[in-house]
T-cell receptor
Framework: NAGVMQNPRHLVRRRGQEARLRCSPMKGHSHVYWYRQLPEEGLKFMVYLQKENIIDESGMPKERFSAEFPKEGPSILRIQQVVRGDSAAYFC?????????????FGPGTRLTVT | KNEVEQSPQNLTAQEGEFITINCSYSVGISALHWLQQHPGGGIVSLFMLSSGKKKHGRLIATINIQEKHSSLHITASHPRDSAVYICAAPETSQGNLIFGKGTKLSVKP
């Protein structure tokens, strides 16, 4: 019974490159949340998606960041033209979307380093 | 808008001590999460609770909805309990979480 999977676990990008972070939710889960943890800071909400829908992206920076959760395949958080300030740990959490909607299971995170 | 505050920010204990970490929130919520994070590591969900008390091994979590307060207790603490403990509450009815700043626990042998 696999948990939430994220890959890659570590990602190094040069300034100006693109970063793609993937999140595969737990089996049967159709809701995904993305959170960011900047160095020495707490976790902050970025975006909430259901399959093929962005429900709430109020925590997402307005430029360079986008997220999707297609009908098939993992959820993807995409950061274009990365800058040093994007260096952080990015966590996704999945939720069943039915029953207890506040139940969330976290992935191991992707640590992005921008050089 | 919900706000989540934790105390203490840092906690050092001797092995075997009973530990309490507190969390308060500003808006009525339906559930509160306690999470554990080891240095450089992932996030492990310890508890989600909406009332009363839950226990798992040496960990106990309690919540008082009227007082908007939750506590995480660790009995017979061990060096392997050293980690950052984070409480989190739903910011909206959609479930996206708002997090406390975390309590960094260090248990000395």
């Amino acid at each position: 019974n696999a948990g939430v999977m994220q890959n890659p676990r570590h990602l190094v990008r040069r300034r100006g490159q693109e970063a793609r972070l993937r999140c595969s939710p737990m089996k049967g889960h159709s809701h995904v949340y993305w959170y960011r943890q900047l160095p020495e800071e707490g976790l902050k909400f970025m975006v909430y998606l259901q399959k093929e829908n962005i429900i709430d992206e109020s925590g997402m920076p307005k430029e360079r960041f986008s997220a999707e959760f297609p009908k098939e395949g993992p959820s993807i958080l995409r950061i274009q033209q990365v800058v040093r300030g994007d260096s952080a740990a990015y966590f996704c959490a999945s939720s069943p979307g039915t029953g207890d909607i506040y139940e969330q299971y976290f992935g191991p995170g992707t640590r992005l380093t921008v050089t | 808008k919900n706000e989540v505050e934790q105390s203490p920010q840092n906690l050092t204990a001797q092995e075997g001590e009973f530990i309490t970490i507190n969390c308060s929130y500003s808006v009525g919520i339906s559930a509160l999460h306690w999470l554990q994070q080891h240095p450089g590591g992932g996030i492990v969900s310890l508890f989600m609770l909406s009332s009363g008390k839950k226990k798992h091994g040496r960990l106990i979590a309690t919540i008082n909805i009227q007082e908007k307060h939750s506590s995480l207790h660790i009995t017979a603490s061990h060096p392997r309990d050293s980690a950052v403990y984070i409480c989190a509450a739903p910011e909206t009815s959609q479930g996206n979480l708002i997090f406390g700043k975390g309590t960094k626990l260090s248990v000395k042998p």
